[in-house]
């Protein structure tokens, strides 16, 4: 059994940077897939970043540039920057057992953490 702890959320000004980080316990495979997804208000949860089969970095599009998402063993890091009010969400940490991430299929992820809110005031 895999378990999910993030940690970093809070509230930041439009421009400003914030730090996330997903501890995963468990037997969790270096090639595992980790993931962020999130969740803004009123709308369905999307991918954000992933690293895949251990190394391969995967972005959405509309973070690309300003978001960097690393892993050292079992804890993912999302390094946000330059954020913007529509990046306000609650953020998810999830995992798979499988090394291939998919950003856009929330529903291939067996492992997710409880979220942490991130808020961002214009």
């Known amino acids: 059994q895999v378990q999910l702890l993030e940690s970093g959320g809070g509230s930041v000004q439009s421009g400003g940077s914030l730090r996330l980080s997903c501890t995963a316990s468990?037997?969790?495979?270096?090639?595992?897939?980790m993931s962020w997804f999130r969740q803004r208000a009123g709308k369905e949860r999307e991918g954000v970043a992933g690293i895949e089969d251990g190394s391969r970095l995967l972005y959405a599009y509309f973070v690309k540039g300003r978001f960097t998402v690393s892993r050292d063993k079992n804890t993912l890091v999302l390094q946000m920057n330059n954020l913007k009010p529509e990046d306000s969400a609650m953020y998810y940490c999830?995992?798979?057992?499988?090394?291939?991430?998919?950003?856009?299929?929330?529903?291939?992820?067996?492992?997710w953490g409880q979220g942490t809110q991130i808020t961002v005031s214009s």
């Open positions: 999830a995992a798979r057992d499988n090394g291939y991430c998919y950003l856009s299929m929330d529903h291939e992820y067996l492992y």
């Open positions: 468990g037997s969790l495979l270096p090639s595992s897939c």
